[in-house]
């Protein structure tokens, strides 16, 4: 039907707090908390965010106090609001089984969640808290380490055998570290944005300077060297697309599996008309990212 040979990594199998590709950088990540002597993590994102729902689960199996601020619908700094406001359930309510202390906002840009999340941390220090800031998405180099590694694995899985890989792109650490750990090999990394802001591009470039710091064997590349798509956002970041939902429903009808509606919805969106257009050929890996649990708190989408 596409013209290409497609295989799925499945991320969304992990197993770990109901699976995704943040449970790989909380390997990292937790590992780097428990090291610095905290007991405290403040992290930030959206209402349904699949990270603050694993960062949670992995501070709870440790004995971490893990707190999260976050805003329904967060866009852009200095864009007019978008979509409706976030129902409970999905990552909301397994955040309150993995007792997290969410501390939700107004919605706003990024800025402002971040600015918040920050003064919430310096709160918790005064009160007497060994705090650590986790960034938005775990995006940093222990995140991108985490998918550097990735690359590695499925190279020596399938021996060079893909031609492309297709993932969704957010925060940044996930394409950074798989277009790092690919980078001098045949295969190309392609991430499908799901937020409406090319200059992510540039903290890809950030990242990957930060993990060649802690990792020199990857390399520090420039926001050239990312192919990073934003032809499928749709009407903004957290907003189901109806691109995104057809493609969904594709996969769920002819595969048996589940997409969620904000990233791998709209990343597979993006790779079934880049391989209709001929943009694909030849083997390419679809990276599934996981995030099953919001599909609980958007209702009915089948395109």
């Given at each position: 039907?596409?013209?290409?040979?497609?295989?799925?990594?499945?991320d969304?199998l992990?197993?770990?707090?109901?699976?995704?590709n943040?449970g790989?950088?909380?390997?990292?990540?937790?590992a780097?908390?428990?090291?610095?002597?905290?007991d405290t993590?403040?992290?930030?994102?959206s209402s349904?965010?699949?990270?603050v729902?694993?960062?949670?689960?992995?501070?709870?199996?440790h004995g971490?106090?893990?707190?999260?601020?976050?805003m329904d619908l967060?866009r852009p700094?200095?864009t007019?609001p978008?979509?409706?406001?976030m129902?409970?359930?999905?990552n909301?309510?397994l955040d309150?089984?993995?007792?997290?202390?969410v501390?939700?906002v107004a919605?706003?840009g990024?800025s402002e969640l971040?600015?918040?999340?920050?003064?919430?941390a310096?709160?918790?220090a005064a009160?007497?808290?060994?705090v650590?800031?986790?960034?938005?998405?775990g995006s940093?180099?222990f995140?991108?380490?985490?998918?550097w590694?990735a690359?590695?694995e499925?190279?020596a899985q399938?021996?060079g055998?893909?031609d492309?890989?297709?993932?969704?792109?957010s925060?940044g650490s996930?394409q950074?570290?798989?277009?790092?750990g690919?980078?001098?090999s045949?295969?190309?990394?392609?991430?499908?944005?799901?937020?409406p802001?090319?200059?992510?591009?540039?903290d890809m470039?950030?990242?990957?300077?930060?993990l060649a710091?802690?990792h020199?064997?990857?390399p520090?590349l420039s926001?050239?060297?990312?192919?990073?798509r934003?032809?499928w956002?749709g009407?903004g970041?957290?907003?189901?697309?109806q691109?995104?939902?057809?493609?969904?429903s594709?996969?769920?009808?002819?595969?048996?599996i589940?997409?969620?509606?904000?990233?791998?919805?709209k990343?597979?969106?993006?790779l079934?008309?880049?391989?209709k257009?001929g943009?694909l050929s030849g083997s390419v890996?679809?990276w599934?990212?996981?995030g099953?649990?919001?599909?609980f708190?958007?209702?009915?989408?089948?395109?």
């Amino acid at each position: 039907m596409l013209g290409i040979e497609l295989w799925i990594k499945r991320d969304d199998l992990t197993g770990f707090a109901m699976g995704g590709n943040k449970g790989r950088k909380l390997e990292y990540i937790v590992a780097d908390i428990l090291a610095s002597g905290a007991d405290t993590v403040v992290t930030c994102g959206s209402s349904q965010s699949n990270f603050v729902r694993q960062l949670g689960a992995a501070c709870a199996m440790h004995g971490l106090e893990c707190h999260a601020v976050v805003m329904d619908l967060p866009r852009p700094d200095g864009t007019e609001p978008i979509g409706e406001p976030m129902a409970m359930g999905g990552n909301l309510l397994l955040d309150t089984y993995f007792r997290v202390r969410v501390h939700k906002v107004a919605d706003g840009g990024w800025s402002e969640l971040e600015a918040a999340a920050g003064s919430l941390a310096a709160q918790l220090a005064a009160e007497g808290k060994r705090v650590r800031i986790v960034p938005l998405g775990g995006s940093g180099p222990f995140g991108a380490l985490a998918f550097w590694n990735a690359a590695h694995e499925l190279q020596a899985q399938f021996e060079g055998r893909f031609d492309y890989v297709v993932t969704a792109s957010s925060s940044g650490s996930t394409q950074t570290g798989l277009t790092c750990g690919f980078h001098g090999s045949a295969t190309k990394v392609i991430g499908m944005s799901s937020d409406p802001e090319p200059e992510i591009a540039d903290d890809m470039s950030a990242i990957s300077h930060q993990l060649a710091a802690v990792h020199p064997l990857s390399p520090a590349l420039s926001s050239e060297d990312f192919t990073f798509r934003l032809d499928w956002v749709g009407p903004g970041y957290g907003v189901a697309s109806q691109a995104g939902n057809e493609a969904l429903s594709l996969m769920a009808t002819t595969e048996g599996i589940m997409l969620d509606p904000i990233y791998s919805a709209k990343a597979f969106a993006g790779l079934v008309a880049m391989a209709k257009a001929g943009e694909l050929s030849g083997s390419v890996c679809f990276w599934h990212t996981g995030g099953t649990p919001v599909l609980f708190a958007y209702g009915e989408i089948a395109g």
